[in-house]
Structure formats: C-alpha cells, structure tokens
C-alpha cells in the first residue's frame, strides 16, 4: 500500500521545504521528497556557502588594507581547508535547521530520487528498493544545476562549476571566469581578493548584463582597479586542461583568437533545469525549453501537478522560488492568494562591491515609452559611507515622470544588498516619489543615500 498525502513536494530547496511548512500550517498532511540534502542547491551548495566564503575574503581584504583604518597587521595569510570547512559547518549548521523545521511542522521526509509514476502517484527510488507514495496533490521543485560548456566539461580538477568552486583544494593562481552574472562576478570577486589572478570573459558587451548600463559600466571599471582583467565581447572557443593547468583559445570582439595558459577556469554560464527523469512525460506536464510551464499559482497544464522554483524559468532566485511556493499551496489549501508576479523581485550580486536593483532599468523603462525621472545619488556624498571607508559606489531610482511610480531602483556600493528591501516595500505599497521625500530615515546611515537619490530625481537633492 502507497503512504497517501495531501500534498507531496518533490525536493526540498528553498521553494520545496518553504512550500512543505506553508502547507502544514494550512492543515494538509505532507510529505517532502529529497535525493540529497535538505535545503537543496541554496542552502547546501549555492547562496549560504558562497555568502560565507564571501565573508572571510572581505574580512582578508579589510585585513591586508589595516593601514587605511590606522590598524596594524603584519604576517597576514590564510588556511585554505579552514575557509572551506568554515562554509560547510555554515550550510551544515542550517541543514540541520531545516530537518528542524520539517519535524516541527510535522512533514514526512523521504530520502530518495522521486518521479512521477501516474496521476497522483510518485515513486521514490531509495537504494535497491522503491517506495510509493501518493497525495492529490505534487509539487515540483527539483531546481536547476549549472551549465556545461559542450566542449569542455566539469571535471573538478582544473574545470570547476560553482559547486567546485566552493571547495577547492587549492587556490588558483590564475584564473578564468567565464560568464559574467551573478554567479561569475561573486567567484572573481572572492578569488581576486584571495589574491588570485582573475580574467572575466563575457560573451555581451557588457559584465552584469541584466543590470542597469551605469551599474554594468561602475563594476567594470572598479573591479577592473581591484586588478581583475575583463574581457567583454568575447567567447571562449577552446579548452585544453591537464594536470598542470588549462590552455583557454578566447576570440575577441575583433575576431582574432588568443591562447593562454590558466591554472583554473570556472564556467558560470547559466544553469539548467532540472525536469528530466523526473516523469513528466508521463503525465504530459508541458515544457518550453527545459522549464515547466506554470500559470500564476503554480499550476500546470495537467490537474494536480503544480511546479515552483528555478524548474520554472526565470528570475533564478531562491527568494522567487519561496514566495511562489507560498502562493501555490495558499491556492491548494483554498485560500486567496494574489497570483505570482515577477515584477518585484529584487536581485543581488553579493561580489565587493554589491550590486542590488528592482524593477526597470532606465533602458526598459524608455523601451516601454515612459516618461522617467532619474535620481542619482553617490556613497562620496554620504557621512556614513565616508566613515566606513566604504566611499565608492551610487543609488539611482526611475520614476514616472508622470505619475511619480517608482519604476526601478539600482544600487552599486557596500551593503546595498540590504538596502534594496526598501525600495521593493515601496513598490508593493505603491509608493509614489511624494511619500519617499517625507519619509524621515536615520542619521548617519547609508539608506540616507536612498532618499537623497528620490529628491535628486526631482532636483532637490541635499548634500551633492
């Protein structure tokens, strides 16, 4: 006999175990499905690792740059396995959180790699054995997982993915990051740090491509002074790697093709759903390039099966895949939640410095005919900014000009990545540039920078 549900959530990442709690508290009896790790990509092997890793090369920075604070240090280094270790106890530490949470709200954890076996029905491989479950309602949330390049495969050695990345066993001395997202930029910005030789190379004209132009040209040229070499315009034609390193054959935006020699390359191209093996065609779950496709609240095209998460296409964002989740079961449990929306989603690029945006860029905003209003505000002009030594960078906000709806908001600087949650509460309240100005925010404090960057918009910026 099949153990029987009201919901089955088919891998545990942060839409997954997110989905799973919602569910319960809403009184359906649930059950989780994982092949790995509770927490998935995210929490084991993407966001929370790379975040710690992240962390001790600011601090090592902050470290070999004492005399800028007054401060001495002398014999500075550092303990490669103890970086690495200290990431994973990091992951570790909220795994175990998350087994927590599941036991707290009383969700049954499968172990094993599950696959829709017919309508209602999920078969859970676990080593030589199978289990059957079976519930009204599934819920995928299998994720995603890097991109190969088609001619030069992972390996882990010399060629390493984001996953390699994150525990490598030695430091390179000079590497090649290929892609310029999110992803790429926060690994050249931690092994650059680290004291590695760093190449970026980025297929678009520009790093950062889904930023906003100034952002994309800001983070050029800073990390280009923080001594990492960007190549834009550029593909990689070629890899050769052995034991003793990787010979990479580049293609300019000129049309000539150069060859040098790396220790390391990580390709941070994107990522891929995945949705195979997983039963879809059994049931006939539609797709389009990979992704399932999905309505609203997380529905598919066949009753009963529902998809959230990076299964399901872009933005790629834990956050997203969260708050889709939340919104799917809410509609299961016959609630009435608002259909999800993309509109926003905030994302962040935790490199140093940080990048943070929501909504449209200025670009997109002219694209759709608006009429805009630009603010823009530097950190130089900010007292806090100054003090903690942490003086380059901007804010810059679009507005209607029209209507004074906060369009987009685009951050470049020092913990930006925090700032940003006020311009996305300002959007979803429907904020208008009027309440922005009369909002009083704290002395001295970097989100100052936020208001100042409303007024410059409309010509009454106070302190640049």
């Known amino acids: 006999m099949a153990d029987t549900y009201d919901l089955i959530v088919l891998g545990s990442g942060p839409g997954g175990y997110v989905a799973a709690i919602r569910a319960s508290q809403l009184g359906l009896k649930v059950a989780i499905v994982e092949r790995e790790r509770l927490g998935g990509i995210c929490l084991n092997w993407g966001c929370i ?22 401060l001495k240090a002398e014999k500075i280094g550092f303990d490669l396995p103890k970086i690495v270790e200290r990431s994973r106890k990091v992951s570790g530490q909220l795994n175990a959180g998350v087994k927590s949470l599941m036991k707290k709200n009383k969700v049954t954890v499968v172990e094993g790699v599950g696959a829709l076996a017919g309508k209602g029905k999920l078969s859970v491989r676990q080593g030589n054995g199978t289990v059957e479950l079976e519930a009204k309602h599934i819920m995928v949330a299998t994720g995603a997982r890097a991109r190969d390049l088609p001619f030069a495969k992972a390996d882990g050695k010399r060629i390493w993915t984001y996953r390699h990345a994150m525990v490598p066993e030695e430091m390179p001395t000079k590497l090649l990051v290929i892609g310029s997202g999110a992803i790429g930029v926060e690994f050249a910005s931690f092994y650059n740090d680290m004291g590695a030789d760093v190449t970026i190379v980025e297929m678009l004209p520009r790093i950062l491509p889904v930023e906003d132009e100034e952002v994309s040209a800001f983070m050029e040229k800073r990390l280009g002074k923080d001594g990492i070499r960007i190549v834009t315009g550029a593909g990689v034609e070629k890899i050769d790697s052995d034991a003793k390193g990787v010979k990479a054959t580049i293609k300019g935006k000129d049309g000539k093709s150069t060859t040098e020699d790396y220790s390391h390359v990580i390709v941070a191209i994107g990522i891929v759903p995945n949705t195979e093996e997983i039963g879809l065609e059994t049931l006939g779950v539609e797709t389009e390039r990979g992704h399932i496709k999905v309505d609203g609240f997380g529905r598919t095209n066949v009753e009963g099966i529902y998809a959230i998460g990076d299964v399901t296409g872009a933005p790629w964002l834990a956050h997203k895949a969260s708050h889709e989740g939340v919104v799917c079961v809410e509609k299961i449990a016959g609630e009435d939640p608002h259909p999800f929306e993309t509109w926003n989603i905030p994302g962040c690029t935790y490199s140093r410095p940080q990048v943070a945006s929501v909504g449209l860029t200025e670009a997109k905003a002219k694209e759709q005919g608006r009429d805009v209003k630009v603010g823009k505000f530097p950190f130089i002009g900010n007292g806090k900014a100054i003090a903690l030594g942490e003086a380059d960078g901007f804010i810059k906000t679009v507005f209607d000009a029209g209507t004074g709806e906060l369009l987009g908001a685009h951050m470049v600087g020092a913990e930006v990545t925090e700032l940003i949650q006020g311009y996305v509460v300002a959007r979803q ?35 640049f």
């Open 49 to 70: 690792p790379t975040k710690a890793l992240l962390r001790t090369s600011e601090i090592y920075h902050y470290m070999t740059h004492a005399a800028d604070y007054g």
């Open 429 to 463: 309240l429907e904020t208008t540039e009027a309440e922005l100005m009369e909002t009083v925010f704290a002395h001295p404090t970097l989100s100052e920078m936020m208001h100042e960057s409303v007024l410059g918009a409309y010509g009454r910026a106070l302190h």
